[in-house]
């Protein structure tokens, strides 16, 4: 067997980290880092979008969804079907593709699996969700493709000079998405009676079933807008990541830790913990090591937990969405 | 009374001998139908399909149909272990794959103990460089492509600096050290080094690095997935120096997932369904029309594995798992020979494999050929 070789071949002038020329002046560091903030930033927006579900989801019913990624997964399929075998544009796929999400992921997974198994106890549900994330991916591969498929980008590919950075426009319209929904879910959870009553149930659904808030309904409307949010993540995504059975596995996990470092408990702190690790995880690929970049956000949250285990945002004992 | 006696068993001899003659052979075809491999090895395996069923309507070897098993390996190295050890239970006559290098190589000892022929899809330059005697290419290996890429580089992009970008796994590993080989020998400088994951989905960091190593061209050596990842992040940050690759770059299963992303990327293919030989175009027709999609150099690798199974069986005359692998040996196969061969092929000693390959690049949407290079034993260099 040939052995691997851990060192620098003769001729390999640099590896893994950037190490810039040294004629390359400082307008040009700062350009690389313009951009990978920026990319950085894309990447975390659609991680905060997934992360809020996770948050959204424990605070109003205990939820803890270990499919979430996959929720991320199908949506990306939904729309392909829309497309490619109804012949429904673009942006008409997203919109079918979010509202099929609203009734598969929101409704239905909240009758079918959530309120049989929540009965029994969070652990019981959270195994649960594991076995739905397997079916989803097993499903996927089964009735479309167990290869990677085309997926259309947002925008065509040009390039918005910022500070002497090339930025890729959609890498600005993805954070420009991802920052509009979270304005528009802060606004209708602080700004609205429904918002409001949401936040009562999170709080004290005894107390809110007494003052004669819908709790179900409220829970119900929880899992609604996390199916929202995860089909829109789809669609931000996908023009990455191309849409694949497998999308699910690594975003799931990094939306988990986002939702874990931003603190479990608070929307802010899930929007916090997605923005943070997408910035990070791009730093460290470049400036770092990519061989390592995938044990970065986990060493980040070692050391939250370690340092703060209610997460950077999150507060001790208190559930509020 | 013995009239009857000696035509009773007569026809119970015969019965017998068409039954042993006509009862199917076994194929075993371990590849990675899931995970990172699934683009690659879903084409070997339908290449292997299509290839066996045309053999079989004509009556099958030696008057024998093919019987393909199938086992995936989920590209998982110690599934894949298990899956050959499973398919080696089952006796198999020969064994197709698996695709990805990494794969091969944690496996092929078990194919080479039962002493089964294995005909696979790794490109890796030390899969033959083992002693191995029943492992076969369907492809070049790397030791014999990087030449032929390196001089393209000097000759006709005339670049003095590139930057690599290589898939973190056996295939990439080989690739890379053998490309590095090569530039070095030819005074061309790596100004960086990038190394990427198998399965990586975001490559906003990696286009990042590569622009600033301000390269003349970048080398792009990662499997297929990646590959359109990568092409498509690149066109996204708008960087616009020539993409240079192998046919893991170039297939067509990378440019229907790039899409126009994929536009301008070029080096060099030593198989394609886009090359301008007649006996592939009819291969790539009925292969369209049988599964759906356009196949890639894989498709071909398994399907002219088979052929050329079936081609040096006929040719021994008999089912004799260990007396394939020697034939194989220094075997040549001409079109003329065996039309399922597509194009002139020969095996080493080592089980590498040597014909004539091709410059291609993308040019709206579309694998076009642009030079032929002839078939190795010549001067590389």
Redesign the interface.
Known sequence: ??A??SG???????????R??PL?GHD?LMA?FI??LV??L??GGIYALVAIGFTLLWQTSQTINFAQGEFVMLPAFFMLVAMNWIGVPFWGAVVIGILISVVVLGAAFKKLLVDPMLRHGVLPLAIATMALALFMKEAV?DFYS?????F??LAA???VNIFGA?V?L??LIVVAIAVGAVVALQLFLTRTQTGRRMQATAQNPVVARILGIPVERMILLAFVINAVLAALASALVT????A?F??GE?LGMAAFIAAIVGGFNQVRGAIVGGLLLGVV???A??YLS??Y??AIPLVLLIVVILFRPQGLFGRVEERTV | MKKLMLAAAFAALTATAAFAQGKPVTFAFIGELSGAGAVSSTNFRDGALMAIDEINAKGGILGRKIDLKQYDTQTNPGTARSQMQKAIDEEPYLILGPIFSGIVKVSMALAAQAEIPQIMGGEASDLTQQGNAYLFRTSFGQQMSMPKIANYIRDTVKAKSVAVVWVNNDFGKGGRDNFTKEMNSRGIKIVADISTESGQTDFAADVVKAKSANAEAIFVYTNEEESARFLREVRKQGLNVPLIGETTLLGQKVIDLAGDAANGARGHVGLSADIPVPAVQEFKTKFNARFKYVPDHNGIKGYTGVYAAAYATTKLGKFDSKALAKSLHGLTITPKDEPGILIETTWDEKGDIDRISYIAEVINGKQTITGELPKLGKATQ
């Open positions: 067997m040939q691997v070789s620098c071949p003769a001729g390999v002038h640099h590896r893994a980290g950037l810039p020329d390359a040009a690389d951009q990978l990319a950085g894309a990447t591969k167990a290869e990677a498929q085309p259309p980008p590919a040009i390039n090339a890729a959609q890498s023009p990455i990541y191309l694949k497998s999308n690594y995880d791009n730093f690929a470049a990519a061989q970049r995938a």
